[in-house]
Structures are given as C-alpha cells and as structure tokens.
C-alpha cells in the first residue's frame, strides 16, 4: 500500500503537476488522520468494553453477597425470635409467681432463650475488595458507590447491638453456673445424653430462679436488647440491603 502512494507521488512529480500533488498530499495526509482516528476510537471501545465487562461482574457479584445477607438477616431473625418468645414465657412464670411448673418445661425455656448466640453470619467479601483495590472507581452508578463506601457504619451499628447481646448472654450464663442446677436442666429425654441417666439424683430444682430478683433483672434486660435487634437493627440493614440491590439489579438490566 505504501509502494502505491510512493508511486503517485512520485509520478505526479515527474509530470509538474504540483497544485495536483499538493492536493494529493493532503488527501493522504486525511487519511492517516482518519486511520488514526479510527485506530483511537477502536481502541477506546475496547478499553470501554473491558470496562464495563469488570463492572458487570462487580455488579453480579455484589448482588449475590446482597442476597445471601438477606438470607443470613432472615435465619437470624428467626433463632432470635424463637429466643425471644422463650424469654416473654419465662418473664409471664415470674409474674405468674406459680410453683405448678415442670422442671422440664422451665429447663426447656432457660434452654431455648440462652442456647444460641445471636450472631449475623454478614459476608462483605465483595465490598472489602472494591474498597480495598480501588475497584469501587469502576462502578459507574454514584448512588451504588455511595452506598458501598458508607456501608460499615450500618453493619457496624447493629454489631455492637449483637455484641452488648453476647455480653448479657455470658453474665447469665455465669450465673446460671453459679447459682442453677445445671445437670437439671438436661433433664429432657432429648438431651439426656448429657445426663446419663436423665435425672438429678440430687432432686435439685431451678424454680428458686423464678423468685430470683438478679436473674429477673438479667433476663428482662437480655430480652429488650434483644427485641431492639430483632426489631429495629436487623430490619434497617435489611431494609438497606434492598436498597442497594434495587440499584444493582437497575444497572445490570440496563447494560444488558
């Protein structure tokens, strides 16, 4: 190709054609303006796709890591609800002031309303990596960038609410060692595993715990805790957590 111009060039020179040559140079000159061009403009849709291609798959992985917290809030909320509802029954027999109940169904409710730590298995791998890496400059949506960046003190609220919980939670539990029947409360044929013979041979009972000023205090002050998180803490970022993936999901459907 080159050749080729070189040699229209060089005829058009040989024959005095000048005003001819000049317009010949700069139509060549054009041209290589023009391919250059071409070239940049190429280039750059290809810089723009590979950009919008990590974009995508920032998007994607930011709406699996949202869907799984949505479903991590829901397992939550449905163990410390079982909790709770345990601990409004063992407040309703310390109001009752009744000696009519069971050991078993007393160790049943001690059991149900400490057993578990409430604690979100919240995943924030994707966020930690775009904050991290830089990768939150490749999301193009402000609103989503926003959000992300500002995201741990939402997560970091309902934290200490879980933590001041867990606190609680070991206090009693220490109190329960130091003034329960333990072995009494594995009573229940399910749980007799634990006591081999599934009684107390000491006729031990835990209904002093029902007139117990202290373990009152302790478990009223668990249960509001604990009812603040259910109620207040787990529902915002839940609310929150579909936000944001109602903006990831409006740009995946638009660069698709």
Same mark, same amino acid.
């Given at each position: 190709m080159l050749h080729f111009f070189r040699t229209i060039r060089r005829r058009l020179?040989?024959?005095?054609?000048?005003?001819?040559y000049t317009l010949y140079a700069i139509g060549e000159i054009l041209l290589v303006v023009i391919g250059i061009l071409i070239a940049l403009q190429?280039?750059?849709w290809n810089e723009q796709r590979k950009? %919008?291609?990590?974009?995508?798959? $920032? +998007?994607?992985?930011?709406?699996?890591e949202l869907i799984n917290n949505l479903d991590a809030i829901s397992k939550e909320q449905a163990r410390l609800k079982n909790a709770l509802e345990a601990q409004g029954n063992l407040i309703a027999l310390i109001e009752a002031e009744s000696d009519t109940v069971s050991e078993q169904y007393l160790s049943t409710l001690i059991l149900q309303s400490f057993s578990d730590e409430i604690i979100l298995a919240y995943e924030r791998g994707v966020f930690t990596q775009?904050?991290?890496t830089g990768g939150l400059n490749d999301i193009s949506n402000d609103s989503i960038k926003i959000q992300i960046a500002s995201w741990d003190g939402r997560v970091n609220d309902l934290r %200490?609410?879980?933590e001041e919980l $867990? +606190?609680?939670?070991?206090?009693i539990t220490q109190y329960f060692i130091d003034h329960a029947d333990i072995k009494t409360m594995f009573?229940?044929?399910t749980l007799s595993a634990v006591s081999k013979d599934g009684k107390s041979k000491k006729n031990h009972s835990n209904k002093h715990l029902l007139k117990d000023q202290t373990f009152e205090n302790?478990?009223?002050l668990y249960s509001v805790i604990g009812q603040i998180l259910h109620d207040k803490y787990y529902p915002e970022l839940e609310a929150n957590i579909n936000s944001l993936l109602q903006l990831v999901e409006g740009d995946l459907n638009i660069k698709n």
């Open positions: 020179l040989d024959s005095g054609k000048i005003k001819n190429v280039n750059n950009i %919008k291609d990590k974009e995508q798959k $920032y +998007l994607l992985a930011i709406k699996n775009l904050l991290s %200490k609410q879980e $867990y +606190l609680y939670r070991n206090t009573t229940d044929p302790f478990l009223l």
